[in-house]
C-alpha cells in the first residue's frame, strides 16, 4: 500500500525540487531514487507526526548552499577563520529576527538540534551533579530532561515531578511541594506530549520561592508562542530552549533565548566552545528565514488554525470513543488514549495500520501507561504539517473518520487500502 502512496510523479514539486531531483539523477542515482520517493511520501501522506511539519521551499533550498561551505567558529565580529563577511551578516539577521519573534535580549542560534541547545543550556546553568527538576519522558517529558542513558541524566541529579493522576494536568501545588522538600539548583518546564497551556509564571513563582533557576524548553510549541496564540515563557524563564523545526516550522535546528546579560554571555561560552565546534552556516541561514517567515501576519492565522484544528480533531476523536488525556488540547497536540475504544489495541498497532492508510503518526505512553515505550497504549496525534497543506476544522474530521475505519477494521489490508485512496484525494485537494 505504501508503494501505492508514491506512485504520483513530482507534478507538484516546484521548480527549485524539480531541478535538485533532475542534478540527483545524474550525480546520483541511488540516492536521487530513494529522495524522489521520500518527497512523494510527504506529498502523498497525512503527516499527523507533532514533532513535525513542512517547511517552504525557500528555507529547504536555503540549506542545500553555498554556505555548507563554511567554517565559521565563533560568533559574528568574532571568529577563528576568515572570509566569515557575509555569513555574520546573516548570523546577525537570525538573531536579530529570533529576538523581534520572542521578544527577548538575547539568541543564540547556533545550536545543531533541540537537544543540543539542552547541553548547552545544562552547561550554563548547572554544574555537573546539581540537582534539576523536571517531568519525565513518560509523562511527556522530553529525553533531554532527565532520562538515565542520556546526557542529562548520566551528570546531573535528576528528580522527577509528575502530572495529577486524576486530571493528567500540570498540579502546580504539587510541584511546588517537591522543589521545597529537593531545593533544585535548575527547574525545567516544556514537554513532548503536553497538550494543555503551561503557566510560565507560576513555574517562575516556584523557582523563586526556592531559589532555582527555571528553564523552558518550548521545543514543541515554539511556533505557537511566536505568534502570541500561547502564552510566553518571557519574562518568566530565565533560559528558553527550542527546535526550530516543529511548530515554527523552519529547518531543523536548535536555538537558546534569554533576557539576561550574564546568562547570555553563558549561554555563548556553552554552545561554542562548551559542547559544539563550527556552526552549520546553512542552516542559520534557513532558520533566518523561516524567522522572517514566522514575523509575517499570515504566520499567525497558520498559528491559530493548526490550534482550531487540533480542537476539531479533539472533539471528533471523543465523538467516536476514544479518551484524550487531559479531556482536549489547548495546543497543536492530542494524546489519544486508545484503551477505551478497543482494549485491546495499543499504540504500536495502530501506529503501524494507520500508516498502511497513509496516515503518519507516532505511538506514545499515556500517562500511567501499564505497557511499554515500544507498545504503548496511546497515539499523539499534532496538526503543524496538515495545517501547513491547508487543511481545516472540516478536513480534520474527515481524518478523524479515517482513523477510526482503519482503527475499526483492525489493520485489515483493503480497508486501509480503501483508506489510502481517501487519503489521497485528501492530499490532492490539499497539495504541498
Ligand atoms: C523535540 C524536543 C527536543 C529535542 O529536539 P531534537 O532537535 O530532536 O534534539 C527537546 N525538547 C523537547 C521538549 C522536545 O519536544
Redesign the pocket.
Known amino acids: 500500500m505504501m508503494s501505492q502512496a508514491h506512485q504520483t510523479t513530482s507534478q507538484h514539486l516546484d521548480e527549485a525540487s524539480q531541478q535538485l531531483l533532475k542534478l540527483l539523477e545524474q550525480a546520483d542515482p541511488e540516492v536521487s531514487r530513494h529522495m524522489a520517493a521520500e518527497a512523494q511520501r510527504q506529498s502523498n501522506t497525512l503527516e499527523l507526526i507533532a ?1 513535525e511539519n513542512h517547511v517552504s521551499s525557500a528555507v529547504m533550498h536555503s540549506m542545500g548552499s553555498w554556505l555548507t561551505n563554511k567554517y565559521a567558529e565563533g560568533y559574528p565580529g568574532k571568529r577563528y577563520y576568515g572570509g566569515c563577511e557575509f555569513h555574520d551578516q546573516i548570523e546577525n539577521l537570525a538573531r536579530d529576527r529570533a529576538k523581534a519573534l520572542f521578544g527577548c535580549a538575547h539568541a543564540n542560534v547556533q545550536p545543531h ?4 541547545a ?1 547541553i548547552a543550556a545544562f552547561m550554563a546553568m548547572c554544574k555537573p551533579g546539581d540537582r534539576i527538576l523536571s517531568l519525565p519522558i513518560k509523562s511527556g517529558g ?1 529525553l ?1 530532561h532527565g532520562l538515565k542513558p542520556n546526557f542529562s541524566g548520566t551528570f546531573y541529579d535528576i528528580v522527577d515531578y509528575d502530572l495529577d493522576p486524576e486530571t493528567e494536568l500540570l498540579d502546580y501545588d504539587e510541584i511546588r511541594r517537591i522543589a521545597i522538600e529537593t531545593k533544585p539548583r535548575m527547574i525545567i518546564c ?3 506530549a503536553y497538550p494543555r497551556t503551561i503557566d510560565f509564571a507560576a513555574f517562575r513563582s516556584i523557582a523563586d520561592e526556592v531559589g532555582a533557576v527555571l528553564m523552558a ?1 518550548i ?2 510549541i515554539a511556533g505557537l508562542v511566536a505568534a502570541g496564540v500561547h502564552s510566553s515563557p518571557f519574562p518568566h524563564a530565565h533560559i528558553v530552549t527550542t ?1 526550530t ?2 511548530t515554527l516550522r523552519g529547518p ?1 535546528g ?1 536555538m537558546i533565548l534569554t533576557d539576561d546579560e550574564e546568562i547570555a554571555k553563558l549561554v555563548d561560552r556553552k554552545v561554542f566552545p562548551g559542547s559544539q565546534g563550527g556552526p552549520l552556516m546553512h542552516v542559520i541561514a534557513a532558520k533566518a528565514i523561516a524567522f522572517g517567515e514566522a514575523l509575517d501576519p499570515s504566520f499567525e492565522t497558520y498559528a491559530r488554525n493548526v490550534v482550531t484544528n487540533a480542537q476539531a480533531m479533539a472533539t471528533a476523536l471523543v465523538e467516536k470513543g476514544y479518551r484524550l488525556c487531559s479531556g482536549g488540547t489547548d495546543n497543536h497536540l492530542v494524546l489519544v488514549d486508545l484503551q477505551p475504544r478497543d482494549a485491546e489495541l495499543t499504540g504500536a498497532d495502530a501506529e503501524r495500520w494507520l500508516e498502511m492508510a497513509g496516515i503518519i503518526t507516532n505511538k506514545n505512553g499515556i500517562p500511567n501507561d501499564p505497557r511499554p515505550p515500544m507498545v504503548t497504549s496511546g497515539l499523539r496525534l499534532g496538526t503543524a504539517a496538515v495545517t501547513t497543506r491547508g487543511l481545516d476544522a472540516g478536513a480534520m474530521v474527515e481524518v478523524v473518520e479515517l482513523l477510526d475505519r482503519v482503527m475499526g477494521s483492525q489493520g485489515d489490508e483493503s480497508e486501509c487500502q480503501s483508506v489510502c485512496e481517501s487519503v489521497r484525494s485528501i492530499c490532492e485537494r490539499f497539495p504541498l
Open positions: 514533532s538540534s533541540g537537544a543540543s539542552n522530553h533531554s516544556g514537554y513532548s524548553d521545543a514543541h527546535t523545526h516543529k531543523r536548535g
